[in-house]
């Protein structure tokens, strides 16, 4: 979001980021320094309220009333164009904003599907439409559609995620436009020389994952993946970049399974790029993605990779020419895939060049500048 801020001040535009205090103790303009804290807004909100007319009042709906609050606050009429990036900001914004101000909205993932995922952990034989009827599952479904109805324009990054909108919400093809992210490549090749405090071994592979600890992100299945790996060879080394609530659980999953000493596990890292740079082989198991950042680096990097087939990830790899794509949700095709790029170093080495080529012609952020100014334009003089 900063370099396309940033992009986009370079053509002589203002832009504003509304974002969260650190905790969720509040909301700021970042880039002005302008904050206002939860506990200023929330008198406002409980005073009104009382037992009897509002019998609950619960966190989600009350730091949603602290956005709309925080946002009307810094003053809405300022700006010719708001553009949000998730479903929840956007219905926010749509309530309090001037009616004349086109909203745009970014989707990034399918909340509901998403959320979906999280409830089937205890739950595994539920499916959708069971879930869908249940309080939980009505909860999320109609927070998202409200958000979708409530945006001028939604652009997609996937037609994956395209499709799912129009399925799941009915929303019109005629309110979407996709087109792909892009990042500032020449940042990022910069900071693939930094310096990192990791050693790479040297006789060893290394395979990376970056990206939340998280139940969705399907790294389970990598562990035992890697389990399986681990009985035909032994020259490898895997870590784990990044935090998330599956932490504790996926360490003594992989102690369970004698993988100690190859399984590492970094924590949260500010040097991403240069991890990529030691990588031999990246890997992202996930169960549901639109189109992951993650991927987008690797790519830039030049690395192998192996993935899944959920989601938008299909429209960023093409199987055995820019990476290896397994089925969503199964170990043993994601073993047989990384076993394939450790044993053979020439495809491995044809897959990294391929994936490189392809990726420094297609996720330039000027290309995506480009199509965002469109957009804006088209909203602006409609």
């Not at 509040?26 to 200023?40: A, D, E, M």
């Not at 399984?263 to 198991?285: E, S, T």
């Not at 391929?354 to 330039?364: G, P, Y």
């Amino acid at each position: 979001m900063n370099s396309i801020k940033e992009k986009l001040e370079s053509l002589g535009h203002e832009v504003d980021i509304l974002g969260k205090l650190h905790g969720g103790l509040g909301y700021q303009i970042i880039n002005k320094n302008w904050v206002v804290k939860n506990k200023q807004l929330l008198p406002i909100l409980n005073n009104p309220l009382n037992k009897n007319n509002v019998p609950q009042f619960n966190a989600h709906q009350r730091n949603r009333y602290c956005m709309e609050l925080a946002a009307t606050y810094f003053g809405l009429e300022q700006y010719d164009i708001i553009h949000t990036h998730d479903v929840i900001s956007t219905r926010c914004l749509s309530r309090v904003k001037p009616k004349k101000t086109p909203l745009i909205t970014s989707i990034h993932g399918a909340l509901a599907r998403e959320s979906t995922h999280s409830y089937k952990t205890p739950n595994p034989n539920a499916v959708i439409q069971q879930i869908k009827k249940t309080q939980h599952g009505r909860y999320y479904w109609t927070l998202e559609k409200l958000g979708l109805n409530s945006a001028d324009l939604i652009h997609t990054s996937s037609y994956w995620m395209r499709n799912l909108l129009i399925k799941d919400y009915s929303v019109s093809d005629n309110g979407i436009v996709s087109f792909q992210y892009g990042i500032d490549i020449e940042k990022f090749l910069a900071k693939m020389n930094n310096k990192t405090g990791i050693n790479k071994p040297l006789d060893r592979k290394v395979i990376l994952y970056t990206g939340r600890l998280v139940q969705i992100k399907g790294i389970n299945f990598l562990i035992h993946a890697l389990s399986q790996l681990k009985r035909v060879r032994n020259d490898w080394v895997c870590w784990i970049v990044g935090e998330g609530r599956m932490k504790n659980e996926l360490q003594q999953l992989s102690a369970q399974l004698g993988l100690n000493r190859y399984v590492k596990f970094l924590g949260a890292r500010d040097d991403v790029p240069a991890l990529l740079k030691l990588a031999d082989i990246f890997v992202l198991p996930s169960l549901q993605d639109n189109m992951p950042l993650s991927i987008i680096e690797a790519q830039l990097a030049g690395k192998a990779i192996v993935t899944s087939n959920a989601g938008g990830i299909p429209e960023m790899v093409n199987h055995g020419v820019t990476g290896l794509i397994a089925p969503a949700g199964r170990s043993i095709p994601l073993y047989k895939h990384i076993k394939t790029l450790i044993e053979n170093d020439s495809f491995r080495n044809g897959i990294s060049s391929n994936t490189k080529e392809w990726a420094m012609q297609h996720w330039s952020i000027d290309l995506m500048i480009d199509r965002i100014l469109t957009i804006y334009k088209q909203m602006l003089f409609k």
